[in-house]
């Protein structure tokens, strides 16, 4: 009982940060590099359920997006001009007809998968969203960098993605052990 108590304790208090960089062939930072760490085993906490992508000058944003499955995404238009936001991905599809202002129900992403955003009415408007079962998301910063904080000890798939694989579906994963504080470096070819 004493030790089972124990380990317990000590499974609860042992956690990690992961620091991850991207960088392209010619070791040029990359950034909107979408990031989700898989548990292989162990329990999957609920994160946060809710998330937004609003829309401004004519831009969503933000252009990337990592959400844990089930979350709900609201589509506020800061725009003086309507929006038509849709998608055909196979993880998500759906519209919000021709609308201003916030559209009273959020749209939940329920399957995992990447989500490719548009705009009827504006062909150059686009954002991509990455959906996983797991609280543990980033996306890398302007530096090409992102943290993960806390995230308890143990084996993981890092998923990841970029939106300069559009049109492809491929979600690249790479074995994590995550034992203590870790760096990683991820070099983002032209095919994933
Ligand atoms: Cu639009």
């Given amino acids: 009982m004493l030790l089972g108590g124990f380990s317990l304790l000590n499974a609860s208090v042992m956690a990690a940060n992961l620091a991850v960089s991207a ?6 930072v990359v950034e909107n590099l979408a ?9 999957v906490p609920a994160g946060p359920k809710t998330a937004e992508i609003g829309q401004e000058n004519k831009t ?7 959400v844990q499955t089930g979350t709900a995404i ?8 309507r929006h038509h936001v849709y998608s055909f991905s ?28 548009g705009c009827n009415i504006h062909d150059h408007m686009v954002a991509y969203v990455m959906v996983a079962n797991t609280p543990w998301q980033a996306v890398t910063d302007a ?9 308890p000890a143990g084996e993981y798939d890092l998923q990841y993605w970029h939106p300069r694989w559009a ?11 995550l034992a203590r504080d870790g760096k990683m470096r991820l070099v983002i070819t032209d095919k994933p």
Avoid: H, M
């Fill in 90 to 117: 196979p993880a998500k599809t759906f519209e919000l007809k021709l609308y201003a202002g916030t559209p009273a129900k959020p749209v939940t992403f329920n399957e995992p998968g990447l989500v490719v955003l």
């Fill in 143 to 151: 530096q090409g960098r992102a943290e993960f904080k806390d995230v």
């Fill in 167 to 177: 049109g492809r579906a491929e979600l690249p994963r790479v074995r994590v052990n």
């Fill in 60 to 66: 969503f944003i933000p252009l990337v997006s990592v």
């Fill in 23 to 28: 960088v392209d062939e010619r070791a040029a």
């Fill in 74 to 81: 609201s589509f506020p238009n800061r725009d003086t001009v």
């Fill in 35 to 43: 990031l989700a760490l898989l548990p292989l085993n162990g329990p």
